[in-house]
């Protein structure tokens, strides 16, 4: 059963960076398209980045296109965040998803999560 977990969380400075990373455990990992999303205080969880499962094509929410990038390691079972320009609004605790899955142009989420891990954007 694949089993995710994040690290890299934090607390960061405005204009700061995060590299968020998911380690996977299991060997099919390369099978699953794999994102990230993030959950504020008193909204709902969202979606802010999806790899495909080779990697090569990646797509983002708007409000971070030109910020983070998302990418993988088949040979290693990871999928990174890399996080840059942090604003107070990217504070949330953010989660790595496995399995996502398109049903017209809308994105759901696998059914499975890791733990979520913190990230804090202040001064």
């Known amino acids: 059963q694949l089993q995710l977990m994040e690290s890299g969380g934090g607390l960061v400075q405005p204009g700061g960076s995060l590299r968020l990373s998911c380690a996977a455990s299991?060997?099919?990992?390369?099978?699953?398209?794999m994102g990230w999303y993030r959950q504020a205080p008193g909204k709902e969880r969202e979606l802010v980045a999806h790899?495909?499962?080779?990697?090569?094509?990646?797509n983002y929410v708007d409000a971070v296109k030109g910020r983070f990038t998302i990418s993988r390691d088949n040979a290693k079972n990871t999928v990174d965040l890399q996080m840059n320009s942090l604003k107070p609004e990217d504070t949330a605790v953010y989660y790595c998803?496995?399995?996502?899955?398109?049903?017209?142009?809308?994105?759901?989420?696998?059914?499975?999560w890791g733990q979520g891990t913190q990230v804090t954007v202040s001064s």
């Open positions: 299991a060997l099919t990992f390369s099978s699953y398209v």
């Open positions: 998803n496995a399995g996502l899955r398109r049903m017209g142009s809308t994105w759901y989420p696998g059914s499975t």
């Open positions: 790899i495909s499962m080779i990697g090569g094509i990646t």
